[in-house]
């Protein structure tokens, strides 16, 4: 949780035990990271390292090649071939990171991504309504289906009655040889690398 300090204490609890498989919900990337550092402190390597955190630049940064074998989860990754709508026209994810790279000379991650996919489901309920109502934005919304969801970078969007996302699985994601690789879902997309198990020794 957000706050916590004492890595090493839980670093050795968990090497103690000697689980195949640590999963961690950390709040931010700094946390994942201050728990990969105090893992490697007590020098315990365990066979599988799942974090909530770590597909962010800064994690891999920090790393260096200790990230390889980690895995997380994500709403977008760059490869992802979706393809979405702004002003009414085709606009795919490989669209938005070429126009970002021009507009801010780097890579986006899911950080931008995100923030950009809710602007173009916004977009999107705004030019169908012709408003922007609230209530008649949400209705629009409400009332998306699987044949005729919202469009964006992160994919196809609709809702079910308690306004979660219907057959929207994460993204999972694995650090390999530097760089992060699909590993799940199997099948829905080109370059989905079979998982890496277990996961390299700490260098």
Not at 37 to 60: I, N, W
Not at 136 to 157: Q, S
């Amino acid at each position: 949780s957000e706050g916590f300090a004492d890595w090493i204490t839980l670093a050795n609890s968990l090497k103690g035990k000697n689980p195949d498989l640590v999963m961690a919900c950390t709040a931010s990337p700094d946390e994942a990271i201050q728990l990969v550092r105090a893992f490697r402190t007590v020098r315990y390597s365990p066979k599988g390292l799942y974090l909530s955190q770590g597909s962010q630049a800064e994690f891999k940064q920090a790393l260096g090649d200790a990230a390889n074998g980690i895995l997380t989860h994500a709403a977008w990754h760059e490869a992802a071939p979706y393809q979405g709508l702004l002003a009414g026209d085709k606009y795919s994810n490989q669209q938005f990171i070429q126009d970002f790279q021009a507009e801010f000379k780097r890579e986006p991650d899911e950080d931008e991504a995100i923030p950009f996919a809710v602007c173009q489901g916004m977009e999107q309920a705004i030019r169908a309504v012709g408003s922007t109502d609230n209530q008649k934005l949400r209705d629009w919304l409400a009332a998306r289906t699987k044949a005729d969801p919202v469009r964006t970078v992160l994919g196809d969007f609709a809702w079910d009655k308690r306004g979660l996302p219907v057959g929207r699985p994460f993204l999972v994601l694995q650090w390999q040889k530097n760089k992060l690789e699909f590993v799940w879902p199997k099948g829905d997309f080109p370059g989905v690398k079979d998982l890496q198990w277990p996961k390299p020794k700490w260098p």
